[in-house]
């Protein structure tokens, strides 16, 4: 009896665990290890002291929470927006679903290098938001209030740092068109790489 009841219990713990896997897998919830927040920031080959910009930023890693992205938001304040993570780079389209406010879309490849900078408008009283979209080559995708790009001095081309709690990703080059030893062993140590995300 005893072992009937431990094994049951087994059971259950097995089946939820594959369940909680499933959905972290399928990016409904995220992982409990991954980032909720960190910093971006934008640098400029010429300049190796100071940064552009710095921005504090809350993550986007999964298919609900890109979905949502800051249509949940009344506003930005200057130096804070969302970094949206996907698995590979691909051609992204953000739309501006229910949003409140105008925002700069910055699009930023696997290299870490800036694509595409939209200013994205907020959809007019009765405009359908969805209407409203923003492409670019990326994989990962910083959105700011509008007219910070332009205030920074943010330009396509510029590379980024990515500092996600403690996932740290610091690359400040542009890969080399042939890899090197330590490129590879870089990227096989990227712990952000490793996890799973699904594009909405």
């Given amino acids: 009896m005893a072992l009937e009841r431990v094994w049951k219990g087994l059971l259950v713990i097995g089946a939820c665990s594959i369940v909680l896997v499933l959905l972290v897998q399928g990016g409904v919830v995220s992982a409990p290890w991954s980032p909720d927040e ?22 986007a890693d999964t298919r609900s929470e890109r979905y949502t992205g800051l249509s949940d938001h009344d ?6 927006g969302m970094l949206f993570v996907h698995e590979r780079e691909g051609d ?3 739309v501006m679903r229910e949003m409140d406010f105008d ?4 699009f930023i ?14 959809p007019e009283p009765g405009e359908d938001g969805e209407d409203l979209e923003y ?7 910083l959105e700011v209030p ?27 080059a ?27």
């Fill in 38 to 59: 960190g910093e971006v920031r934008v640098v400029d080959d010429e300049d190796d002291e100071e940064p552009k910009a710095v921005v504090e930023v809350e993550v």
């Fill in 75 to 80: 506003s930005l304040e200057p130096g804070t």
């Fill in 92 to 94: 992204r389209t953000y």
């Fill in 103 to 106: 925002i700069d879309i910055i």
């Fill in 109 to 122: 490849d696997a290299d870490r290098e800036i694509t595409t900078i939209a200013h994205a408008r907020a």
């Fill in 135 to 141: 492409s670019g080559e990326a994989k990962w995708v």
């Fill in 146 to 172: 509008r007219g910070y790009a332009n205030e920074t001095g943010i330009e396509v081309g510029d590379e980024v740092e990515i500092d996600l709690e403690s996932n740290e990703v610091s690359v400040t």
């Fill in 174 to 200: 542009v890969a080399p068109s042939e890899p090197r030893a330590d490129a590879i062993e870089s990227a096989v140590a990227d712990p952000i790489g490793e996890q799973t995300y699904f594009d909405s």
